[in-house]
């Protein structure tokens, strides 16, 4: 069973940067799509970036310029680094996993495909 744990998050002003991580153990290597989710109150959860099965990446439209996905394989680490940080980025942040593949990484980004999630980073932008 693969374990994930988030961290990072923090409080900062806007135009402020963080960067957050997620650390997989277990058997992370057995699982496909890694991704971040973040989940602003009162609103769905939704997906930010993901590394899709084939090890491709996506970030969604509206934090493409100011965020980028990156990961440590060695480590089995997930990164989030956000820029430009903007109060409507405040929000808890997950990563989740899924045990079977996806043929296209734009599905890593679905809350229902996602199997494992961790607990949440908390991310707070000021104004």
């Known amino acids: 069973q693969v374990h994930l744990e988030e961290s990072g998050g923090g409080s900062v002003q806007a135009g402020g940067s963080l960067r957050l991580s997620c650390a997989a153990s277990?058997?992370?290597?057995?699982?496909?799509?890694i991704s971040w989710f973040r989940q602003i109150a009162g609103e769905e959860r939704e997906g930010v970036a993901a590394?899709?099965?084939?090890?491709?990446?996506s970030v969604v439209d509206s934090v493409k310029d100011r965020f980028t996905i990156s990961k440590d394989d060695e480590k089995n680490i997930l990164y989030l680094q956000m820029n430009s940080l903007k109060p409507e980025d405040t929000a808890m942040y997950y990563c989740a996993t899924r045990r079977a593949p996806l043929y296209y990484v734009s599905d890593c980004l679905q809350t229902l495909y996602m199997d494992v999630w961790g607990q949440g980073t908390l991310v707070t932008v000021s104004s």
């Open positions: 277990g058997s992370p290597k057995s699982h496909y799509c």
């Open positions: 590394f899709g099965s084939d090890g491709r990446s």
